[in-house]
């Protein structure tokens, strides 16, 4: 069984940058799709960025060009680099690995942007 923890959240200003880590335990990791959703108050979870096995990618439209999801397979690891963060970024990220159903969801890691 997958199991995820999120890292990297925290409070930054508007245009600013952080990067996300999902570390995944198991050995089913390389070849897991891993995807980052997020959920702000009030709205419903959203699908931010997906990376496939193979290394594709796919991304919101309201993150293309800001945000770039990449993994290192060795690290059993997947990242989210965000820049120029805007306000409405402000959520509750989640990593999913997706090869199983259900999907393994991480615990969440708050990002907060300040206008």
């Given at each position: 069984?997958?199991?995820?923890?999120?890292?990297?959240?925290?409070?930054?200003?508007?245009?600013?940058?952080?990067?996300?880590?999902?570390?995944?335990?198991?050995?089913?990791?390389?070849?897991?799709?891993?995807?980052?959703?997020?959920?702000?108050?009030?709205?419903?979870?959203?699908?931010?960025?997906?990376?496939?096995?193979?290394?594709?990618?796919?991304?919101?439209?309201?993150?293309?060009?800001?945000?770039?999801?990449?993994?290192?397979?060795?690290?059993?690891?997947?990242y989210l680099q965000?820049?120029?963060?805007?306000?409405?970024?402000?959520?509750?990220?989640?990593?999913?690995?997706?090869?199983?159903?259900?999907?393994?969801?991480?615990?969440?890691?708050?990002?907060t942007v300040s206008?």
């Amino acid at each position: 069984q997958v199991q995820l923890v999120e890292s990297g959240g925290g409070l930054v200003q508007a245009g600013g940058s952080l990067r996300l880590s999902c570390a995944a335990s198991g050995s089913t990791f390389s070849s897991n799709v891993m995807s980052w959703y997020r959920q702000a108050p009030g709205k419903r979870r959203e699908l931010v960025a997906t990376i496939t096995s193979g290394g594709s990618t796919n991304y919101a439209d309201s993150v293309k060009d800001r945000f770039t999801i990449y993994r290192d397979n060795a690290k059993n690891t997947v990242y989210l680099q965000m820049n120029s963060l805007k306000p409405e970024d402000t959520a509750v990220y989640y990593c999913v690995a997706r090869a199983m159903v259900p999907w393994v969801w991480g615990r969440g890691t708050q990002v907060t942007v300040s206008s």
